[in-house]
């Protein structure tokens, strides 16, 4: 879904469980908008980030489609909800992709590429070497590093050594870790932005 365009210097694609909202136990999901709840600072910081001039897009598996725990419908209502209390704020996401489908089913789901090329197709002037992929996992980071973008990593302490370890096993270069997505705003004058 394209919600608005402009021109950017960077383009920001952020992962939606556990960067923007908080992320439900594992094998479950956010299914409606009631459980949809934004992490402590992540308004302030899409805001900052939009003022900034950068291109915010959300790109997000959503697998409780395939599960039937949701309906399109539903989850479209969740970033419906989700768009207009960023809008209130200034904080106006650019677009936001998702993949409905279980794992290898489809191109899109990350760490495919499938969103990230929607994104382009819908706003060409995005370049991937001057991107940032924010996320909480693996698969954001793999999908970082096949796309060419550079990672940010959202993880608190308990979860970053875990996945600092897969990632260097598996050659994938993490920029910065940081517990919440406000703090992305100790690195917008810094190298991470040029």
Request: aromatic content about 8%.
């Amino acid at each position: 879904m394209v919600l608005a365009g402009s021109g950017s210097s960077k383009t920001i694609f952020l992962d939606r469980d556990g960067v923007i909202n908080r992320k439900m136990s594992e094998g479950d999901y956010v299914k409606c908008r009631d459980e949809f709840k934004f992490l402590p600072g992540v308004k302030e910081a899409l805001r900052m980030l939009k003022e900034a001039g950068h291109l915010l897009i959300v790109v997000t598996n959503q697998r409780g489609v395939a599960r039937g725990l949701m309906t399109e419908d539903e989850l479209r209502e969740i970033h419906g909800y989700m768009q207009q209390e960023l809008d209130e704020i200034g904080a106006s996401l650019d677009g936001i992709y998702y993949c409905p489908h279980e794992k290898g089913q489809c191109n899109c789901r990350k760490p495919e590429l499938g969103l990230f090329l929607k994104a382009k197709y819908d706003f060409p002037s995005i370049c991937f070497a001057n991107s940032i992929m924010i996320g909480d996992s693996i698969n954001d980071m793999e999908a970082g590093v096949k796309i060419g973008c550079k990672n940010v990593l959202v993880a608190d302490t308990s979860q970053n050594t875990s996945i600092v370890n897969k990632a260097y096993n598996q050659g994938i270069d993490i920029e910065i870790i940081i517990p919440t997505l406000y703090d992305i705003l100790f690195y917008l004058d810094g190298d991470l932005f040029l």
